[in-house]
Nanobody, 125 residues
Framework: QVQLVESGGGSVQSGGSLKLSCAAF????????VAWFRQAPGKEREGVAA???????TYADSVKGRFTISQDNAKNTLYLQMNSLKPEDTAMYYC???????????????????WGQGTQVTVSS
């Protein structure tokens, strides 16, 4: 069993930056895909960025050039650096993981079977 714990959310003004972290606890298999998702009130959960165990990345069009996903394998930690934040980035952010060599940097939430509890990001104009 794997537990994911997010941190780093908060409130920031438009144009500001935040860095989210997601620590993984438990047995981590060598083949995996991890990702960040977000969900705003009344909206569906959407994929933000994903990275797999060989370093391939995928970004949603809405965050390309502003967000960067990275990982520290020694610390079993996933990061999301968010720059030039906009009010429309306001949402609960979740990290997710799947241990598979089939899933490749996917932004499909149905590809993932481990989820964190979420961390709130609020961007004011």
């Amino acid at each position: 069993q794997v537990q994911l714990v997010e941190s780093g959310g908060g409130s920031v003004q438009s144009g500001g930056s935040l860095k989210l972290s997601c620590a993984a606890f438990g047995y981590i298999y060598s083949s995996y895909c991890v990702a960040w998702f977000r969900q705003a009130p009344g909206k569906e959960r959407e994929g933000v960025a994903a990275i797999d165990s060989v370093g391939r990345t995928t970004y949603a069009d809405s965050v390309k050039g502003r967000f960067t996903i990275s990982q520290d394998n020694a610390k079993n930690t996933l990061y999301l650096q968010m720059n030039s934040l906009k009010p429309e980035d306001t949402a609960m952010y979740y990290c997710a993981a799947v241990f598979s060599d089939i899933v490749v940097a996917s932004l499909d939430p149905y590809s993932y079977n481990y989820w964190g509890q979420g961390t709130q990001v609020t961007v004011s104009s």
